[in-house]
C-alpha cells in the first residue's frame, strides 16, 4: 500500500511540474524589446508615449482619467513603426503581487488596439502599478511599461 502512495505522490508531482513548466511562459514572457520608462509618464494627465529601442513607438492611454479601482476602464494602445498582430495590457503591482491580469485589446485598424480592463482594489488606501504594455509582433514580444497610482474612493492621491 506504501508503494501505491508514494507512485502517486509522485506521479502528482511530476504532473505539477509539468504544469508550472507550461504556464511560465505565459506569466513571464520572454521580451525581445523593452522601451525604457518614463518617470514623467502621467496617464492621468492623458496618453503616454513611449520610443523603442531600434526604431518604433506605442502610446498608451486609460480612461477614465482618475482610474478608479473595481471599475470599467478603457484601454487604448496605439503603435507605430512596427507591425503590431496583437497587443495585452500586463497589470501589476509595483511592491506587491497582485495576481495574473492581463487585459487582450482587440483591433480598431492597423496599429490600433482598445478594449476594456479593469483594476482589482488593494487594502492599501494608495497602489502604484506597472501597466506592460505587450506588442506581439514579427520581431518577437515587445514591451513598454508605464507606471500610475490608484487610490481608494475618498482617499487624495498622494504627491510624488
Given at each position: 500500500?506504501?508503494?501505491?502512495?508514494?507512485?502517486?505522490?509522485?506521479?502528482?508531482?511530476?504532473?505539477?511540474?509539468?504544469?508550472?513548466?507550461?504556464?511560465?511562459?505565459?506569466?513571464?514572457?520572454?521580451?525581445?524589446?523593452?522601451?525604457?520608462?518614463?518617470?514623467a509618464?502621467?496617464?492621468?494627465?492623458?496618453?503616454?508615449?513611449?520610443?523603442?529601442?531600434?526604431?518604433?513607438?506605442?502610446?498608451?492611454?486609460?480612461?477614465?482619467?482618475?482610474?478608479?479601482?473595481?471599475?470599467?476602464?478603457?484601454?487604448?494602445?496605439?503603435?507605430?513603426?512596427?507591425?503590431?498582430?496583437?497587443?495585452?495590457?500586463?497589470?501589476?503591482g509595483?511592491?506587491?503581487?497582485?495576481?495574473?491580469n492581463?487585459?487582450?485589446?482587440?483591433?480598431?485598424?492597423?496599429?490600433?488596439?482598445?478594449g476594456?480592463?479593469?483594476?482589482p482594489?488593494?487594502?492599501?488606501?494608495?497602489?502604484?502599478?506597472?501597466?506592460?504594455?505587450?506588442?506581439?509582433?514579427?520581431?518577437?514580444?515587445?514591451?513598454?511599461?508605464?507606471r500610475?497610482?490608484?487610490v481608494?474612493?475618498?482617499?487624495?492621491?498622494?504627491?510624488?
Amino acid at each position: 500500500m506504501n508503494k501505491l502512495w508514494i507512485a502517486v505522490m509522485l506521479l502528482f508531482l511530476l504532473l505539477a511540474a509539468v504544469a508550472v513548466y507550461k504556464v511560465m511562459p505565459l506569466l513571464n514572457p520572454e521580451v525581445a524589446r523593452v522601451a525604457p520608462l518614463d518617470p514623467a509618464c502621467d496617464l492621468r494627465a492623458g496618453p503616454c508615449s513611449s520610443d523603442l529601442p531600434g526604431g518604433g513607438r506605442v502610446t498608451f492611454a486609460i480612461s477614465p482619467a482618475e482610474i478608479p479601482v473595481v471599475k470599467p476602464l478603457t484601454l487604448d494602445v496605439k503603435v507605430e513603426g512596427i507591425p503590431a498582430d496583437s497587443v495585452e495590457i500586463d497589470f501589476q503591482g509595483v511592491d506587491m503581487n497582485m495576481g495574473f491580469n492581463r487585459p487582450r485589446l482587440s483591433r480598431l485598424s492597423q496599429g490600433h488596439f482598445s478594449g476594456p480592463g479593469m483594476i482589482p482594489v488593494c487594502v492599501r488606501d494608495a497602489m502604484e502599478w506597472e501597466a506592460r504594455v505587450l506588442v506581439a509582433s514579427d520581431d518577437g514580444l515587445i514591451a513598454a511599461p508605464y507606471r500610475f497610482i490608484t487610490v481608494k474612493p475618498g482617499v487624495e492621491l498622494p504627491t510624488r
